[in-house]
């Protein structure tokens, strides 16, 4: 589904995010992206999301170049990804409804269409029953769960997370993680980075680990990259 081939991405000044970066993320997998705060696992999120261009290299969501990705494929190309971030990133001006809804009315979908998929994403992370709410009446953990149901309220193919638990308590990140594993196993690609070694370990998964922007472990411990 993704692959990268030998992509480098460098930053006026000279600094250099990633550096020659190679791996494959396969159609139904959930994966870990690791490494140390700085280590280029944001400006790899960005590049698939088609947010920031690569140096060199070259990028492949389904076989099509994100390099010679034009100005108005990319809107269709973000259509097909969901987004989690760290800090929710909700508008506190609207209800949780609404915030939800923001994907879809992007794009122009029907309101009935739009209502019955948004009750269904909530229903599915548990706060059906909060529509109504502001968001800024949840809890942590309860708005990173609205932030997810904007996330796949599109029915995306890949779902990328950007440090999804890295402000919840041990309790919350675990169920944070098997609300994706549950979007995992109905065939959602998924991308989680995180510099919670527990959390990964906990889960088993294979991990795609950054050192400096370079890629130091690509598949499960003791094994090759893929």
Known sequence: MIRFDNVSKSYPGGHE???????ELP????TFLTGHS???KSTLLKLIMAMERSSRGQIFYDGKNLDRLGRRGIPYHRRRIGVVFQNHSLLFDRSVFENVALPLNIAGAAPRETARRVRAALDKVGLLDKETLNPVVLSGGEQ???GIARAVVHKP???LADEPTGNLDPELSAEIMNL?????SVGVSIMVA???ISLVRDFGLRQIVLNQGRITQG???NESLR
Do not use: I, K, W, Y
Request: hydrophobic share 40%; proline share 3%.
């Open 180 to 184: 994706f594993r549950e979007f995992n």
């Open 144 to 146: 990173q769960r609205v």
């Open 157 to 159: 193919d890949l779902l």
């Open 194 to 196: 995180t510099h919670d």
């Open 27 to 30: 159609r139904g997998e959930m």
């Open 219 to 221: 598949a499960f411990p």
């Open 17 to 23: 995010a990633l550096r020659r970066v190679s791996f």
């Open 38 to 40: 700085g280590a280029g």
